[in-house]
C-alpha cells in the first residue's frame, strides 16, 4: 500500500504567522510595489498624460486605503523595495505634477 502522508503540525500557538499568511503579506508587498512602480516608471515619461498619472495615483490610493493599520506596518517592515526616503521622494514627484 502507498505510504500515508505524515500528520500536519498543529498551527503556532503563539500567533505566528502560517505560511499562508506569510504568502498572503508578500502578496501585498508585491502589489503594493506593482502601483508604486508603475507610478514611478510613468512619472519618469513626459510622454505620459495626466489623466494617466492620475489614474495611477488613484488606484495606489485605494489600495493603500483598503489595508488594515496592521497590513500597512507589515508593508512597511517588510518591504525591501521601497524605504521612507524613496516613497517621500515619490511622494514630492507626484505634487509637482499636480496630482496631490
Known amino acids: 500500500p502507498p505510504p500515508h502522508a505524515p500528520?500536519?503540525?498543529?498551527?503556532?500557538?503563539?500567533?505566528?504567522?502560517?505560511?499562508?499568511?506569510?504568502r498572503?503579506?508578500?502578496s501585498l508587498v508585491l502589489r503594493y510595489n506593482y502601483h508604486l512602480n508603475t507610478l514611478n516608471c510613468s512619472l519618469s515619461s513626459e510622454a505620459i498624460s495626466i489623466d494617466t498619472l492620475a489614474s495611477q495615483y488613484q488606484d495606489l490610493l485605494g489600495f493603500?486605503?483598503?489595508?488594515?493599520?496592521?497590513?500597512?506596518?507589515?508593508?512597511?517592515?517588510?518591504?525591501?523595495?521601497?524605504?521612507?526616503?524613496?516613497?517621500?521622494?515619490?511622494?514630492?514627484?507626484?505634487?509637482?505634477?499636480?496630482?496631490?
Do not use: F, T, Y
Open 7 to 22: 500528520p500536519r503540525p498543529a498551527p503556532p500557538a503563539d500567533g505566528a504567522m502560517s505560511g499562508a499568511g506569510s
Open 64 to 100: 493603500v486605503r483598503g489595508l488594515s493599520l496592521e497590513e500597512k506596518r507589515q508593508i512597511q517592515k517588510d518591504n525591501m523595495d521601497w524605504n521612507a526616503d524613496m516613497r517621500r521622494d515619490l511622494q514630492e514627484r507626484c505634487r509637482q505634477r499636480g496630482l496631490l
Open 24 to 26: 498572503e503579506l508578500k
